[in-house]
């Protein structure tokens, strides 16, 4: 048995009709509910939506002490269901807070840019680290594509560096389970591996709706990946380990999903010289994150080569006792830097 949302509601005006899926999925059946909003577009949003009786909640940062706060006020108001509408943190903080509160949970997702929209996982900060926290799976997801197409370009595009990030994740799952015997969940593999090639291989990009569609399903089937797994091991491997070391070490460096893949392409290459896998593979990730204008080098986030050797040194410190191709290598800090220098002479444009 999968714990599965209820809903997937992947369209335009998806957000003016929330109230019509909750009645519908018999979700929120009186018309009891709190909707959290970040602090962008949040007045808007709430004057769009068919609920007349909810209560509107602003989320104005993504800590742990935020959640909590907000996790209270649900308790104590006695509500059907909380909808979470706004990008990654919005979403983050009212996954856990409704987690707190024992209510239902409804993601409303109004850009793409990372696989957190409908996975049981919240990442929030929390003295002055980042960690990710077990949370109930969205009872429904809903993703309004007119929001996404008004969101920075360059936000919506960073999601597909993290569903392509998966292909990254998986080998590095698939290592573990060959060297150190981890049990590797099939059907986790197969809903994240399919997120990633049905992105992978696509010419056209987010100005299609039949390509925001196919990233927007995508990130979703990627949280249920992790949702069957159990945590967030068939979406994050190495490529997160670095990204979590950058975001570290030079807080404010991009966004997640560009790190994500840039961290991917880097495993990959890693997986390339020492591994023997496939030449192919790297250049398909590489030409995909290319033609979608994300970074595959240290310099197109604004990092310099050593910076970008520091992280990798520091990467496997963020997840301990995650097994990636960074732990299976082992390399020195010498060995990483002529690793990174010719990870650049390869892959630069
Ligand atoms: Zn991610």
Same mark, same amino acid.
């Given at each position: ?5 209820? &809903? ?160 990254? &994740? ?89 790190? &994500? ?89």
């Amino acid at each position: 048995m999968l714990p599965s949302p209820l &809903a997937i509601d992947v369209r335009r005006g998806a957000i003016a009709s929330l109230g019509t899926v909750l009645a519908d999925r018999r979700i929120a059946t009186e018309g009891r509910i709190a909707v959290a909003v970040g602090p962008g577009q949040g007045g808007q949003i709430a004057a769009d939506l068919d609920l007349p009786q909810c209560e509107v909640f602003q989320v104005d940062e993504g800590t742990v002490d935020a959640a909590t706060d907000l996790g209270k006020k649900l308790r104590s108001g006695a509500y059907e269901a909380v909808a979470g509408i706004g990008g990654g943190k919005t979403i983050d903080v009212t996954k856990f807070a409704a987690t707190m509160a024992g209510i239902p949970m409804v993601a409303v997702a109004t850009n793409l840019a990372h696989d957190g929209i409908a996975s049981p996982v919240s990442s929030l900060e929390h003295e002055g680290g980042k960690p990710s926290i077990g949370v109930t799976m969205p009872i429904a997801v809903v993703i309004d594509v007119d929001y996404v197409q008004a969101a920075p370009p360059q936000l919506v595009r960073s999601g597909i560096g993290d569903v392509v990030s998966n292909i990254s &994740a998986i080998e590095d799952w698939e290592l573990a389970g060959r060297i150190g015997g981890e049990p590797v969940d099939g059907m986790a593999v197969t809903f994240a591996r399919v997120a990633a090639e049905a992105v992978l291989h696509r010419p056209d990009s987010i100005e299609s709706d039949a390509f925001l569609a196919v990233l927007a399903e995508g990130l979703v089937l990627s949280g249920m990946a992790m949702s069957v797994a159990g945590s967030s091991r068939p979406a994050s491997g190495a490529c997160h380990e670095i990204l979590h070391a950058i975001t570290q070490l030079y807080p404010g460096t991009s966004n997640h999903g560009e790190l &994500a893949g840039l961290g991917a392409l880097y495993a990959s290459f890693l997986r390339v010289r020492h591994l023997g896998w496939s030449q192919r593979r790297l250049e398909e990730i590489r030409s995909c994150l290319i033609r979608h204008r994300l970074p595959v080098l240290p310099s197109d986030v604004g990092l310099g080569d050593d910076d970008f050797v520091r992280a990798v040194v520091h990467a496997p410190g963020t997840r301990p006792g995650r097994f990636t191709i960074l732990e299976h290598l082992s390399l020195s800090e010498a060995e990483i830097k002529r690793s990174v220098a010719d990870y650049v002479e390869t892959v630069g444009r």
